[in-house]
């Protein structure tokens, strides 16, 4: 164990934020991210699994859907879930791009694969359930 959050057993299994992994790999995704109305979806880096919920139907923020990628996640992808009961909108902005043009509507258990240009700041839907 370090203090990055890596497990190595002895076993030759690997856990990131993981302390023990049941496969070869096991990488746990980042804490669920709770969406209110006009809030932006937090980047957790590339081929990250995004979690969100909320408490009501909501949509995000309506100039910054996502945080603003780093030069350096030019071609990060991100798989964002609709982990909860609510509908969340993905708001189409400057800096979220829907591959039909217009907001994203996911209902439970929806999810969407979003891809990162680096430092121009947009994140781009590439695939997903819950086109509108």
Not at 73 to 90: D, E, P
Request: aromatic content about 4%.
């Amino acid at each position: 164990d370090d203090a990055a959050g890596i497990t190595m057993l002895g076993n030759g299994k690997v856990g990131i934020g993981n302390t023990a992994p049941n496969g070869s790999l096991v990488v746990n995704p980042p804490a669920t991210q709770t969406i209110a109305a006009g809030n932006t979806i937090t980047d957790d880096g590339c081929g990250t699994l995004k979690r969100i919920t909320a408490t009501g139907a909501v949509t995000t923020d309506t100039t910054n859907t996502f945080t603003a990628p780093a030069a350096g996640n030019a071609g990060c992808l991100m798989s964002v879930c609709n982990v909860g009961a609510q509908i969340i909108t993905l708001d189409n902005n400057a800096n979220f791009k829907s591959a039909a043009g217009a907001d994203l509507v996911m209902t439970a258990d929806d999810c969407v694969i979003v891809g990162s240009t680096g430092a121009s700041g947009v994140w781009y839907q590439i695939t997903g359930l819950g086109v509108n």
